[in-house]
């Protein structure tokens, strides 16, 4: 019997596997110090971190699209060929990167500039992107489906609410001189930040075919 590919099934254990890691990585990272790790606390580990960041994604994307359209020309058509699809990866791409760059550079700022001890940083920065993330995308979805219920485009709503609102609590975070306000503000920028996840992974997810599925899915977090 010819090996076949549960195509829904990868797409589940894919989005497991990037649901975990996004929880766990940033946590992890914004705890280091507590172990007395203050790698992410260096210039260079940041430059290069982003360097490598970037190329890796880089190459995944075009690696990826190429052998796609070799292979499966109408997922091609209705993943990379449509811009709505393209848009909504992209809307989130951007917000995912937001989210990102505040979790990476929290700790160093609050370590150079409010002269906060490694050890409250890492508990305090790691511990609330653990609680903010759970609830911002479960709240968000939950939004997003009474959102898409009363309107076609109301999912998109919540993509775009989770990319604007974050920056004003960004701005108090990044901007303050002693580390309360600076926990208040990425602990609620972190949590808007996140609330259109559900959403932008549902309205990919309706804009193709069902057995399109697990690829849309692994689109969606190479985007």
Known sequence: MPFKVNWDALGIATSVACAIHCAVLPLLLSSLPIFGINIIDNIVFEYCMIFLAAAIGVYALYSWASALRR???????????????LCTVVAY???????????????????????????????????SGAVSGFLGVTLGGMIADRLGERNVAGRTWMIAFGAIAPVPFLALAFTATNPAPFYVGIFVAQLLASSGLGAAAATTQDLVLPRMRGAATATFFIG
């Open 71 to 85: 292979r499966d020309p109408p997922t091609f058509a209705l993943i990379v060929g449509t811009p709505a699809f």
């Open 93 to 127: 791409g951007l917000n995912a990167f937001l989210s990102y760059a505040a979790s990476f550079w929290a700790a160093p700022y609050a370590m150079r500039t409010l002269g906060t001890a490694p050890a409250e940083v890492g508990f305090y920065v790691g511990g």
